[in-house]
């Protein structure tokens, strides 16, 4: 009996194209992302990757909403495994030290996304602003366990704006250390805001 020797290659799935052009567009740009580097990228053809994404909006809608997912399984995440307001909130200022290198060489997933969409793309910008609002909702959430609410909402933007102008800082100058510097003033920022409670 004559047995075929070669087995087709497995070929990335409909996930694997989003995951591709996540990438991609965090490294070089949206604007800079084409049917053509994914297809590299993935091994398949621009024709099996429009046959999933029409267009490059379809494909970055499907990014975002991956996005989106990811930041909410790890915000529910967060908040079965922390207790205190200062352990939940120290989670956040963890990922931005954590990331002080990609950050420094590429800026923040989602300010550099949502910076760029701003410009030309005011419909996407719209969607990719739900990455924000998430974290923002979550910190809220959690000051309001030790502030009144309009102070939460306050102390949880003013800690998006410090990890936002750290990572804006630390890619300008390619300096992951202003990242770790930043951190720092962030925790001991939060410390003071949850001893006077």
């Known amino acids: 009996m004559k047995t075929d020797q070669t087995r087709p290659v ?69 908040s079965l495994e922390c207790g205190t ?25 989602m300010g550099t996304l949502n910076s760029e969409l701003g410009k030309d793309h005011r419909q996407q910008q719209h969607q990719a602003k739900a990455m924000f609002e998430l974290y923002l909702r979550w910190l809220e959430a959690r000051f309001s366990a030790i502030l009144p609410r309009e102070s939460a909402r306050v102390h949880a933007e003013q800690l998006m704006v410090m990890a936002q102008g750290a990572s804006l800082m630390a890619h300008i100058h390619e300096d992951p250390e202003i990242v770790h510097r930043q951190s720092k003033l962030m925790r001991e920022w939060l410390t003071e805001v949850c001893d006077k409670t």
């Open 85 to 109: 307001t200062y352990d939940c909130v120290e989670r956040f200022i963890a990922m931005v030290d954590a990331n002080a290198d990609n950050l420094a060489r590429y800026g923040c997933p």
């Open 10 to 78: 497995k070929q990335p799935t409909r996930l694997g194209i989003v995951e591709a052009a996540r990438s991609h567009i965090y490294h070089k740009g949206f604007g800079a992302t084409s049917y053509g580097n994914i297809a590299q990228q993935t091994k398949l053809t621009k024709g099996n990757i429009q046959y999933h994404f029409k267009s490059k909006e379809e494909l970055l809608q499907a990014v975002i909403e991956q996005q989106i997912e990811g930041i909410r399984e790890q915000l529910e995440d967060w």
